[in-house]
Nanobody, 126 residues
Framework: QVQLAESGGGLVQAGGSLRLSCAASGRTFGNYAMAWFRQAPGKDREFVAAISRSSTNILYADSVKGRFTISRDNTKNTVWLQMNGLKPDDTAVYYC???????????????????WGQGTQVTVSS
């Protein structure tokens, strides 16, 4: 079992920045690919970014490419999402996810992830 806890959400003006953190506890963090997804009211859960176990492979949604950066530190059991140039369309609840059987081809597929955090709200005002 892996427990995930997100933090760092909040209210920010358009163009601002936030850094989300996801702290993992339980089984060996380095065995899991990690990802961030988001869900806005009335919309489906959307892939944001993912990083493989050793950080070799990183994938971003087109909508955040060039603005968001995902990173991890396996010694700290933590994954981060640095969000710059935030837009009102980025407003959503952001979820951290961990997957033990994720391949490069499945990094963006939310159904492939085994564990999820409770989410942290990000609100971007115009």
């Amino acid at each position: 079992q892996v427990q995930l806890a997100e933090s760092g959400g909040g209210l920010v003006q358009a163009g601002g920045s936030l850094r989300l953190s996801c702290a993992a506890s339980g089984r060996t963090f380095g065995n899991y690919a990690m990802a961030w997804f988001r869900q806005a009211p009335g919309k489906d859960r959307e892939f944001v970014a993912a990083i493989s176990r050793s950080s070799t492979n990183i994938l971003y949604a087109d909508s955040v490419k060039g603005r968001f950066t995902i990173s991890r530190d396996n010694t700290k059991n933590t994954v981060w999402l640095q969000m710059n140039g935030l837009k009102p369309d980025d407003t959503a609840v952001y979820y951290c996810a961990a997957g033990a059987r994720i391949s490069v081809a499945t990094l963006s597929r939310h159904r492939e992830y085994d564990y999820w955090g409770q989410g942290t709200q990000v609100t971007v005002s115009s």
